[in-house]
């Protein structure tokens, strides 16, 4: 972080004028260093779901909303999607460089000797209700890792925080698939390590101790694509809830799971399970022949309705994940003899349409990844209930990347925004008067 210049804050009341430092990072705008201003004037500023706020220093992610571009530590998201993996990718974003072969081969051990979890968690487990939704499940589930591996939580110890993120990254598919054979009746599949990350994921889903499960490498590299894509997105809500949580110095199995939390929300990772509820109902009111009403709906501001998978808070032009995504969904659906999928079909229309809408075009809404994600999964086999969670297992890497990020920056303070109080002024209880007698 360079200072760049100063800037130079007057006021109409006669405070004298302040000078504020003016950084520039290595790509993107520069930032207003605002941390002195409370002190120095009695004011706060004033950003509501962080408009025009910098919260942290970061050299993990970047995003150019403007251009679509998403770069994992200056690397584009394109390159990293068709030429590693994603255990690769988890590599380079704890680490800020790609594995060599040999750190590769590290890496993949360790995560891989952690993929089991402890057999009380499925005591654990069985105190759901069998129709909980998962991401219900994977909240509690992992919050209550804390609860199962006291050897990892001294977040001051580099060890400790290193082994924590790799449990995390190991055991969330086998959490996520938990939760998902618990909600079918299904026996748990232990994992099996011979597998790559993906494959074994897919077989612990869908295999059964009644039959081998044969991973199919089109599907297995479809889902490792969309890991891939959601592994990290610099301080999206999750990851800023994460960031927060940690900085009161909380072990990193209760932030994670507070970033689960946040992500449950249809406005950020419940929205590919929105999206494609959405799809769903166009196609049983009539499919393709009710996107005009659909459309003429969500403009109209009375309406509430939203085109999910529509608009991004950054991005202000394509979202680049959304079209790996929808090259992906070319190649499952090719591969599965699905290419006539009516939801296929309707998504491309509906996307064709809304880019050429004006009110689209005017608010620069264009598809996010979301749009496309969901019906990748769909045709994976994976139920729309737990396409969150998929989210939410890609996005593990990311968060815990950030909190450590956070954990060793030694300038790293709690978290605590300030607010603009517009409550009553200080008033008195009235007490109502003695009877007498
Ligand atoms: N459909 C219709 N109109 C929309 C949509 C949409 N999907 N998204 C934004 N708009 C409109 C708003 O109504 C607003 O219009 P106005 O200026 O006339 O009032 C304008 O576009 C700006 O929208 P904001 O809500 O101010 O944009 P913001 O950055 O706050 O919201 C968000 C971004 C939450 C993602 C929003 O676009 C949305 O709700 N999209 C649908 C949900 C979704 O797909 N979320 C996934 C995000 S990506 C992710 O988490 C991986």
Same mark, same amino acid.
């Given at each position: +972080?360079?200072?760049?210049?100063?800037? $130079?804050?007057?006021?109409?009341?006669? $405070?004298?004028?302040?000078?504020?430092?003016?950084?520039?990072? $290595?790509?993107?705008?520069?930032?207003?260093?605002?941390?002195?201003?409370?002190?120095?004037?009695? !004011?706060?500023?004033?950003?509501?779901?962080?408009?025009?706020?910098?919260?942290?220093?970061?050299?993990?992610?970047?995003?150019?909303?403007?251009?679509?571009?998403?770069?994992? !530590?200056?690397?584009?998201?394109?390159?990293?999607?068709?030429?590693?993996?994603?255990?690769?990718?988890?590599?380079?974003?704890? @680490?800020?460089?790609?594995?060599?072969?040999?750190?590769?081969?590290?890496?993949?051990?360790?995560?891989?000797?952690?993929?089991?979890?402890?057999?009380?968690?499925?005591?654990?487990?069985? /105190?759901?209700?069998?129709?909980?939704?998962?991401?219900?499940?994977?909240?509690? &589930?992992?919050?209550?890792?804390?609860?199962?591996?006291?050897?990892?939580?001294?977040?001051?110890?580099?060890?400790? !925080?290193?082994?924590?993120?790799?449990?995390?990254?190991?055991?969330?598919?086998?959490?996520?698939?938990?939760?998902?054979?618990?909600? +079918?009746?299904?026996?748990?599949?232990?994992?099996? @390590? #011979?597998?790559?990350?993906?494959?074994?994921?897919? #077989?612990?889903?869908?295999? $059964?101790?009644?039959?081998?499960?044969?991973? @199919?490498?089109?599907?297995?590299?479809?889902?490792?694509?969309?890991?891939?894509?959601?592994?990290?997105?610099?301080?999206?809500?999750?990851?800023?809830?994460?960031?927060?949580?940690?900085?009161?110095?909380?072990?990193?199995?209760?932030?994670?799971?507070?970033?689960? =939390?946040?992500?449950?929300?249809?406005?950020?990772?419940?929205? @590919?399970?929105?999206?494609?509820?959405?799809?769903?109902?166009?196609?049983?009111? /009539?499919?393709?022949?009710?996107?005009?009403?659909?459309?003429?709906?969500?403009?109209?501001?009375?309406?509430? %309705?939203?085109?999910?998978?529509?608009?991004? #808070?950054?991005?202000?032009?394509?979202?680049?994940?959304?079209?790996?995504?929808?090259?992906?969904?070319?190649?499952?659906?090719?591969?599965?003899?699905?290419?006539?999928?009516?939801?296929?079909?309707?998504?491309?229309?509906?996307?064709?349409?809304?880019?050429?809408?004006?009110?689209?075009?005017?608010?620069?809404?264009?598809?996010?990844?979301?749009?496309?994600? /969901?019906?990748?999964?769909?045709?994976?086999?994976?139920?729309?209930? &737990?396409?969150?969670?998929?989210? =939410?297992?890609?996005?593990?890497?990311?968060?815990? =990347?950030?909190?450590?990020? +956070?954990?060793?920056?030694?300038?790293?303070?709690?978290?605590?925004?300030?607010?603009?109080?517009?409550?009553?002024?200080?008033?008195?209880?009235? %007490?109502?008067?003695?009877?007498?007698?």
């Amino acid at each position: +972080m360079k200072e760049q210049s100063k800037a $130079t804050l007057s006021f109409p009341d006669g $405070t004298a004028p302040i000078e504020l430092p003016i950084y520039s990072g $290595t790509i993107g705008p520069q930032v207003i260093d605002i941390r002195k201003l409370y002190a120095q004037t009695d !004011r706060f500023t004033f950003d509501p779901g962080f408009m025009s706020t910098a919260a942290c220093e970061s050299k993990i992610t970047y995003i150019d909303g403007d251009k679509g571009e998403l770069l994992y !530590r200056g690397y584009p998201i394109e390159q990293l999607a068709e030429h590693c993996d994603y255990l690769q990718t988890c590599y380079l974003l704890l @680490n800020g460089e790609l594995p060599d072969d040999e750190q590769r081969r590290d890496f993949e051990n360790r995560v891989t000797n952690h993929t089991m979890v402890h057999e009380q968690m499925t005591r654990f487990l069985q /105190g759901f209700r069998r129709d909980a939704h998962p991401m219900a499940v994977l909240v509690g &589930m992992v919050g209550a890792l804390s609860a199962f591996y006291h050897d990892s939580l001294d977040i001051s110890d580099p060890e400790h !925080r290193f082994v924590s993120a790799i449990r995390l990254i190991a055991k969330m598919p086998t959490l996520v698939a938990m939760a998902y054979k618990y909600s +079918m009746g299904q026996p748990f599949m232990y994992p099996l @390590n #011979r597998l790559s990350y993906s494959a074994n994921f897919m #077989r612990m889903m869908f295999g $059964t101790p009644c039959e081998d499960y044969e991973p @199919n490498d089109v599907l297995v590299r479809a889902l490792d694509r969309i890991l891939i894509l959601h592994a990290d997105h610099e301080q999206n809500a999750s990851t800023s809830t994460v960031r927060l949580a940690g900085s009161s110095g909380a072990n990193p199995f209760a932030c994670i799971a507070a970033g689960i =939390a946040t992500l449950w929300g249809p406005a950020h990772g419940g929205a @590919n399970e929105a999206s494609l509820l959405m799809l769903r109902d166009i196609q049983r009111e /009539g499919g393709v022949e009710r996107i005009g009403e659909f459309i003429a709906k969500v403009k109209d501001k009375h309406s509430n %309705v939203k085109l999910m998978g529509f608009g991004h #808070r950054v991005y202000k032009n394509y979202d680049p994940r959304a079209k790996l995504m929808r090259e992906t969904s070319h190649e499952v659906l090719g591969e599965l003899g699905l290419h006539d999928d009516p939801l296929f079909a309707l998504a491309m229309k509906l996307e064709k349409i809304a880019l050429e809408d004006d009110y689209f075009v005017q608010r620069k809404l264009y598809p996010n990844v979301d749009f496309y994600s /969901g019906i990748v999964q769909k045709a994976l086999g994976i139920p729309t209930e &737990m396409f969150t969670c998929i989210f =939410a297992l890609a996005r593990t890497v990311g968060w815990i =990347a950030q909190w450590g990020e +956070m954990i060793a920056d030694p300038d790293q303070k709690i978290g605590r925004p300030r607010q603009l109080y517009t409550g009553h002024a200080r008033r008195d209880v009235r %007490v109502p008067a003695k009877r007498k007698g």
